[in-house]
């Protein structure tokens, strides 16, 4: 990169600053720590669904070689309590228009009377090395009780269930329902209804970094640092603080690399607050590295829906009312509470005018792992379940599926578009900018336009050959708030130092908000320091989840520059002796317009504004070139997308081969296309696994039987098919830099627009796939019916 | 039999001698011991390849080896391939093709793929998706990772 | 996700470790390429008191060409088979079926042997063995036994070698002139474990199917030989018809089991299915074609 064209960045492809270290083996995650006397932690973990805790006896474990220290949950219990914040509250505008019933269970940091999921802490030890603490682990006496397990989310929520959370008298922990128009009037009347079940199974985020955490703690100064492979540090440090009864800045929380995250590590988890507590306890460093089955048995699951869904329509495809109910598994515990439940909701009516609509939604308690955000969180499902139904609604009629969606999709001349109901922060829904129509149009030209497809699908079918079309369309809110913070600083050395609250998984963020600050700044992005994940740089944050921080991070980034360059401007001012309307910022340096001469540099300016004996700042002005923003954005800003896809079907295997699959996607500008060209792929085929691959079975007892990546199923390279990404760039009004949220987009369609691409292959057979993940099996059957 | 015993490897050029228990794993062994994390863990069951590396001139899963086994043997990993600061062209064009996000598979990628690229001639795009199947990705939809590989192999180099 | 503690040795000669093998107990394992037994390590699902590293025993790896038949030493990476002209020349269908096990990596490790004694009901290399008929050469203290791969496996993991015993060659017959060999398998993932795959070796002469062998891993406790299916082809010209009536009676022989991956129903369907492109596959390759 040269400094020669400091501006401009923003929407280049810029190379990613994060590539060097990763390729050379120099980054380092939380498994790459060593701290001086560090002891490694292992937990116990329950191997029934559902039992009351009877003994827990360390006397073995203990004697075990290396072992260090061990607790029980019950000891914990007493230590620490439940994690507290952990539930997104609801806000205002949102409580007042959804009737909603919330009761969440709390979770204690380890299981204490009671187990709830296959997989669930009991108790941890600490010794030498990982080998020796699992050695300690085996040498545990336990002893438990089992109970019934629950299992079915239907069953569960009947009233003569066992209850798992005895104290909350129910396992139907959650109840919402919402609603636009009148729904039963317009679907009484209309010409046409069809209900439909459809499921969206259980499978997780699934990075190929497990989690990990270390801490360590320092008695001189009563402080922690804790480093820990996560999306959340502020977070993470928020409830540290109040578990440990700690102020904030005698805690530090850094998210070193971290080898993907996907929503999976977005909240925070049980060991974030175990592990610092052990190290103080203790007075060494504790370091604990999940393995892959913990991994799979303990970090959040994700999806899990099964919906009833009842669609009304004229004779031209028009619909006229639409009411899903459907019921979310959430495992044992919901750790971030019924929000992406309620995403389901706000996400069922797509890109689609529809007047009238119902949601309503049951949050299930069940004996297996907890249920929380991953990629999409919330909006697969709702997609799957209108995708779904347009194809269905176009085969009723004997329509195309594309002229379905179009009968009914929000033209761009209606934007912005009131949908009618709230947003889960609490703001009316508006969808803020876009061209549905046109996206959609554009995808079916580039898989190469259905009339063609048809012929050939026919002639294939005469082959023997089994060709099939899908597609799928989709709204997202992105860049949700309630906030995002950054300071910015000028610090001696002249260079732009920049950190926020963003805290990355492999999107490439130094080098986004490098460049977003270096356009801010009109320098050479070689001029800016980015830190990131690491709360001893930013006083409040609040991570990277949900496709928020692009978007909210910049804002604040170009928020606290601007507050910083006003007080360059007037120490340039100052220094140049000229008026502030005369000076530009170009170069790293701050000239007088049309004088390139007259200029001082950013490194003047920061000595000059700095206090003391020596400063020479304007007289009055505070000292120092620092600011800190916190961007609170209005609400969210909707990204779209269109997908289209071509399948082939091996008759005598039901094996599914996608031949082409195309996105076109409009996340707004993009500051690094590149970028977000592999944002937008990488979730693709996570959606891909999730309609194919992946997924997550218990058996009747509760047990996981999917408890390794020979039975949990990540797509390879090998089945992964070519994945051609357009890109349409509608600037979203809501924000100066015109950038919509995108990190999630691509896992949502996938699983709808492969089961809509299977069902229309083998249309001659009228079988239906309403439910996923989408088995061979049940494809091969299809050719039996 | 047991107790630690003294292990001696050729890592990337540099003779390394360790103490290991019998049953330490040849990732631990490398990681821990000898203190080259680029190696990363990702199962320890064999699947997700992060932990390839080269032992005697070929990729094999470090999870799947004992310490002891690899007692006079020559490894390569990752901290290996670049010439000083300047990086081997796999690597570069790794950077190029956009074939890593989080890092965190790419270790593996990068051995896996110069081992195929070596013992198998004029790989087709296919034979690269399926050689390279060897390793997951959960962040890049892998084609990024095939067009590099698919490059260095035109290019021919090693 | 760590193995337990264990006692290891590493024998150089084969009486050495035949030796530490009779004297370890049954709770002794042999290791070999690791592929197979380090993951169950790792998940502490196997807890031996011992392990003998065979890796060092020089004489147990290698490719003999005997005439009629190929001795292939227990050690033999799946690696050094796949890249191995005579393998590829004189048992075609060991060749083909390297290729489907696991992946490259893996393969540079796994050996021929530990595969053959692991018995894997998924695995590729024991249903070649069984198609083959290939003998399983074992050695203990106490002496050697030869034993026909109809009498080796067993059931799932369970093979005829007694706890002492180890598995030191396997012999493969060479493919006859004229001969055609296919390997056809379907599984979830590139280089998982087979659904179902079925190895088929079909001679043919004067236009009439002279020996024609099958056997399939993934349906069953163990490969399994078709003889039913064998009979279907046998004397027939191997057309069409015959190929339907051995790929049915595979579907019938098989012996299949659910679980997450497929029903049984299921991979009976693809025992079908693969058989008729692995038949499919060596009729075209075989010589003297009607
Ligand atoms: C990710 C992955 C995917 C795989 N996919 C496949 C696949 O698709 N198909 C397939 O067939 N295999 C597959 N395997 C397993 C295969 O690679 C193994 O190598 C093979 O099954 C065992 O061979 P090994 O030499 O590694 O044996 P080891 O793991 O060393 O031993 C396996 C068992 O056999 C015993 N044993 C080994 N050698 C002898 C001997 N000479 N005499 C007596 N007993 C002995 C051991 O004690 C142990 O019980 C896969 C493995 C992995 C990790
Ligand atoms: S860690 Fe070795 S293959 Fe996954
Ligand atoms: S880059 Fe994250 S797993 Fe490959």
Known sequence: MTAASPAGYIGRSVPRREDRRLLLGQGSYVADLVLPGMVHAAFARSQLAHARIVSVDFARALAEPGAVFALGGAELAREMPPIGGMQVTAPKGWAERVDHRITLPPQNLMASDRVRYVGEAFAVVCADSRYAAEDAVEAIDAGFEPLPAVVDPEAASAPDAAVIHPDLGTNAVAELHVEKGDVAAAMASAPHRIRRRIRHHRYAAMPLECRGVAAEYDRRTDSLTVWSSTQVVHWVRKELAFALGMAEEKIRVLAPDVGGGFGGKGHVYPEDLIIPWLARRIGRPVRWVEDRHEHILNAAHSRDNIHDAEIGFDDTGRILAFRDDFIVDSGAYSPVGAGVAYNTTAHLLGPYHIENFAGGTVVAITNKTPNAPYRGAGRPEAVQVTERLMDIVADTLGMEPADVRLRNMIGPERMPYDVGLPYRDGVPMTYDSGDYPASLRRAIDEIGGIEAFRERQEKARAEGRWLGLGLGCYTEGTGVGPFEGATVKVDASGKIVVSTGACPIGQGHETVFAQVTADAWNVPIEDVVVLLADTSTLTMGYGSIASRSTVTSSMAIGDASDKVKAKVLAVAAHLLEASEADLELRDGRVAVKGVPDMAVSLREIAAAAAPGWLSRRPEGSEAGLEATSYYEPPTVTWAYASNAAIVEIEPDTGRVRIERYVEVHDAGRLVNPGLADGQVKGGLVQGLGGALYESIEYDEAGQLLTGSFADYLLPTAAETPPIEVVHMETPTPLNPLGVKGLGEGGAIAPPVVIANAVTDALKPFGVEFNTLPIRWQDVRAAFDS | MTAKRSVTVTVNGETRTGEAEPRMLLSDFLRDTLGLTGTHVGCEHGICGACTVHVDGEAARSCLMLAVQADGAEIETVEGLADGETLHRLQQLFSKHRALQCGFCTPGMLMTALDLVRHRPNLTEAEIRSGMAAVLCRCTGYEGIVHAVAEYASGGER | ?290
């Open chain 3, 1 to 290: 996700m760590k193995p337990p503690r264990f006692d290891y040795h590493a024998p150089e000669s084969l009486d050495e470790a035949l030796d530490l093998l009779a004297d370890s107990g049954p709770d002794a394992r042999i290791l070999a390429g690791g592929q197979s037994l380090v993951p169950a390590l790792n998940f502490r699902l196997a807890r031996p008191s011992v392990l003998i590293d065979i890796n060092g025993v020089a004489e147990l790896a290698g490719i003999e060409d005997a005439g009629e038949r190929l001795v292939i030493g227990a050690t033999t990476r799946q690696r050094a088979i796949e890249t191995s002209e005579t393998v590829a020349r004189r048992v075609p269908l060991l060749h083909e079926a390297t290729r489907y096990v696991a992946h490259l990596p893996i393969r540079t490790r796994g050996t021929l042997g530990g595969s053959v004694a692991n018995a894997d009901p998924a695995a590729e290399d024991p249903a070649v063995a069984a198609a083959l008929e290939a003998t399983m050469v074992c050695r203990s203290r106490r002496g050697e036994r030869r034993i026909a791969a109809a009498g080796f496996f067993i059931d799932v993991l369970t093979t005829a070698l007694e706890p002492d015993e180890m598995l030191i060659a396997v012999e493969f017959p060479g493919i006859p002139d004229g001969a055609g060999a296919a390997f056809a398998e379907i599984s979830r993932r590139d280089g998982d474990f087979a659904l179902a795959g079925v190895a088929a070796q079909i001679a043919i002469s004067n236009g009439r199917v002279a020996d024609a062998r099958i056997a399939a891993c993934g349906v069953g406790p163990a490969p399994l030989r078709f003889r039913d299916a064998e009979d279907a082809l046998l004397d027939s010209a191997c057309g069409p018809e015959a190929i339907e009536a051995a790929c049915d009676a595979v579907a019938a022989s098989s012996d299949p089991h659910d679980d997450v991956h497929a029903s049984a129903a299921y991979r009976r369907q693809l025992a079908a299915a693969m058989a008729r492109r692995a038949l499919n596959g060596a009729r075209a390759r075989a010589g003297g074609a009607a």
